[in-house]
């Protein structure tokens, strides 16, 4: 059962359970898929990768790594891509018109903590908001692309965002389930 059935009107659960189900090299190309995608246009949480299965017969914690890595190429390839696609783009699509016409204004929000993120700290910046749990993907990229335009250093920033969030994550799980 997905965790993510319906956002904004949209329903993302089959591309969500597609990344959950998967296995082998399937697995890792679903991830990188999802990753580039959250990057360049969907409003769904990243960590939803840390369920994929990639049963490649290694060792569990080598399986992790290499889907860490995976994810966090796929996101920095979409961030180029979204860097790539203009500036104009973070006003335009359903998903940011939809995020706009919310009770509570996600897409100011996030562009202004991304901008005083940004201006403050750098690329730096944009590694930590990404590696927060929680924190919009693709409108603090897209946010970003307003600031910069260094591609290298862009993509290495995100890269560094998506893994740092996903260790994030299994930190906190990790102690959850210690004290539980």
Known sequence: ???????????????????????????????????FLIAVVLPLPSEIVLFATPNLGLPPAVELTILILVSGLGKAAGSVFAFRVGHGVKESGPVIRALRRSPIDVVAWSERKT??????????GLAFALSIPFFPDTISIYAFTVLEENYAKFAAATFVGSVGRLLVWIAFFDTLTSVL
């Open 1 to 35: 059962m997905s965790l993510i059935p319906l956002v904004f009107g949209f329903d993302f659960s089959p591309l969500v359970e597609f990344v959950e189900s998967s296995s082998g090299l399937l697995s890792l190309l679903a991830v990188a898929v999802y990753s």
């Open 115 to 124: 901008v005083e993120v940004a201006q403050e700290y750098g690329y730096i």
